[in-house]
């Protein structure tokens, strides 16, 4: 057998991953996550915050509680049912990082959390501040050409 | 041409076994079978490379004690591992004053070190050696994939890196013998996804026991078990389907050993067990020990490794593999 018919007749023998399921429950822990951010951002602005600094701290909440779920080993258990549900808001960047942190802790802190920590979650910001200078300078360039 | 398949005339025998494991093996099918047991796999140690190496050096020093041996009539231990520069293996030995040739096949490294070991034997280099293997789950999802605790999912049919050491003593004590050797190839058919590795593991099964059969006088009936490790349920469905293909039918009497150590369903393993201490623990605590009893006389074993590094299947490489075949033998 050929290696492009080898690999057409496993593709078409592999059992897929069931995408309908894994859509239906990431739709309804992802959408548990935003009811939790909405909850903390009401709580924080009956509490007195604006309601811009209550967005941001809501935000740190679910990150230290990612955080935290990862640290007590529970967050993988709950991510492996809810897949993009967990991973997409900001709960999934917060495990990327504390999980590759608590790894690299047997390497040490300099050459292993302190070099390894961003591994997995560093794309991420890579990509993000280039896009968002991407999108400044077409933004600048706009406004500077029609005011 | 020259018959590829080794004959061994002075054939070594198994002297003894031993397999030690992680929590979940001794949670699944083969649980009660297993000689040393540790609940929390990191076998007092502070990482779990050290974990990995404290594993190989209990499962080496319990073959030796089992086969009535003293450290100072081995002439030499053959072990491998899954880790960067064979680290398992390399720590474990550096505690025992013996000579020691590192190895790696990936997941074929069991066979191999058999078929190494024996070869040395069959020439009359040794009279007595030690082949071992070990995987961490916990050191091998570290180096290939993510982090531990990191919330992924895992496709269907990925496998699971068993937490296992299993070693085996070979000489000339023993019921069961190592009578013939066929060495694979490095065969790559352009599998890319790290998480079927059966996939890229079955066609060097398929190339190395075709081989077999067509240098061999047995056919495939005249085994009791065509026992490979480890491609799981993926890879053992290729296999046979296209070893069928080939007018080679091992479906009754094929066994994997990535299926054996694990509960699919019940233990979440998906498409089966995997990594180098798998096929290990399960010929030294399953198929050798019923080999011994006489329960099987004749057994293929084909070890199945994957030889990817992280870093060729970064660079998007397809993955090649490699398979080893023994022929085990009651007698």
Sequence with gaps: ?147 | MKNPIITLLNPPKISATYSVVGHKEAEGPLGNLFNEVCDNDKFEKETWEQAESEMQLRAIKGAIKSAGLQETEIDLILAGDLLNQCVGSNYALSSIDLPFVGLYGACSTCALGLAIGSCLYNGKILDTCICATSSHFCSSERQFRFPLEYGGQRTPTSQWTTTGAGAFALGKEGTVKITEILFGKAIDKGITDISNMGAAMAPSAIDTLKRYFQNSSHSPDYFDLIVTGDLGYEGSEILKDLLLGEGVDIRKNHVDCGLMIFDREGQDAHAGGSGCGCSAVVMACDIIPNLEKGILKDVLFVGTGALMSPISVFQGSSIPAISHLVHLSRG
């Excluded at chain 1, 709950?78 to 808001?89: E, F, H, R, S, W």
């Excluded at chain 1, 390497?107 to 302190?114: A, N, R, S």
């Design chain 1, 1 to 147: 057998m050929k290696k492009q018919e080898y690999i057409e007749y496993v593709e078409s023998r592999a059992k897929k991953s069931p995408v309908l399921k894994n859509c239906c429950f990431a739709f309804l822990f992802g959408g548990s996550i935003c009811i939790l951010g909405q909850i903390f951002i009401d709580l924080y602005t009956m509490w007195g915050m604006e309601e811009k600094t209550a967005g941001t701290t809501a935000s740190i909440t679910l990150i230290f509680l990612a955080s935290l779920l990862t640290g007590l080993g529970v967050f993988d258990n709950i991510a492996k049912i809810a897949g993009a549900g967990t991973l997409v808001p900001i709960t999934g960047f917060s495990n990327a990082v504390t999980s590759q942190a608590i790894d690299a802790k047997s390497e040490g802190y300099v050459l292993g959390v302190g070099a390894k920590i961003f591994s997995i979650a560093g794309p991420v910001i890579v990509y993000a501040i280039l896009s968002g200078t991407v999108y400044g300078v077409i933004y600048y360039a706009i406004t500077a050409i029609w005011g």
